[in-house]
């Protein structure tokens, strides 16, 4: 058996499609333009390609884009303060503060200070505590992605038994939540779990977002799983540039699950595209208007 390949580059561009053909719309309907502003703090450098393909992407979809870039020595009020202004901007309908931040900022009082309806990370303590409490929420971006790209393979999740292994607040915890609102049976898991490899053998699902380079082994997984990796870690090649693995032994997990996505080419790509679905969404609940259609 070879998995079929989960292509996450395909299933992103036909969304960014979607959320061009829905801005369009709100633009010429209602005189909207959604507006994104991403905060960069320091130079490390993937982040300043995740920021670089958030600006593309976000002026190709037909919204506005502010990118606001700043020493890595900056202050914590000085942050605070550009926050509290794209807080007021009437421009802006979503702020990201790319992360990880310089340890000198404490991340947590940075994306409190956003406005929870213009949090189009899903963030902040609100927007966290309506998505656990089964209510209406912007969510994170990642595991909104990984839905999409299971959903891509099942049409309903219904009663599947999914594992998440990981538990941080960018995807593990609120891809939980996203899971548990399509009815799936939820096994949460982590680095200190026990006998991880037992625990996926019962998943139909395995989502792995752990930060661990090819922890999760073909011969954990039960035949014909769906493998959602969400892992990207850089491992060094002499004289080379750095290899990209995921959290799960994808040659092995080729052989034995039914459906996977590759890294990179899987949920990396879907971040950004959710990331535009957000501010769509967020542009038009300020606004008033009706959910969008994406
Ligand atoms: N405020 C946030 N910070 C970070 C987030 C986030 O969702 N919000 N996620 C990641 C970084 N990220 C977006 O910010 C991101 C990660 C990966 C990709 C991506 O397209 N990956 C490619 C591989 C690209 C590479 O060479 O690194 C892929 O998997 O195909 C896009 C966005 C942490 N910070």
Redo the contacts with the bound molecule.
Sequence with gaps: MTARIID?KVIAAELRGRVADEVARVRRDHQLTPGLAVVLVGNDP??E??VR??HTQTQAAGMASFEHKLPADVSEGDLLVLIARLNHDPRVHGI?????LPKTLHTETIINAIDPAKDV?GLHPNNAGRLAGGFAALS???PLGCIILTKSVHASIEGMNAIVIGRSN?VGRPLVQLLLNENATVTIAHSRSRDLAKLCAQADLVYAAVGRPEMVRGDWLKLGATVIDVG?NRIPVPGAKPK?VGDVAFQEALDVAGAITP???????M??AC?LVNTLRAACAIHGLPAPAV
């Design positions: 996450g993937a982040s390609v995740y393909s958030k990201l503060v790319q992360l990880p990370d994170p971006c990642t960018l990207i990209l890294v990179p080419g899987g949920v990396g790509q971040t950004v990331l």
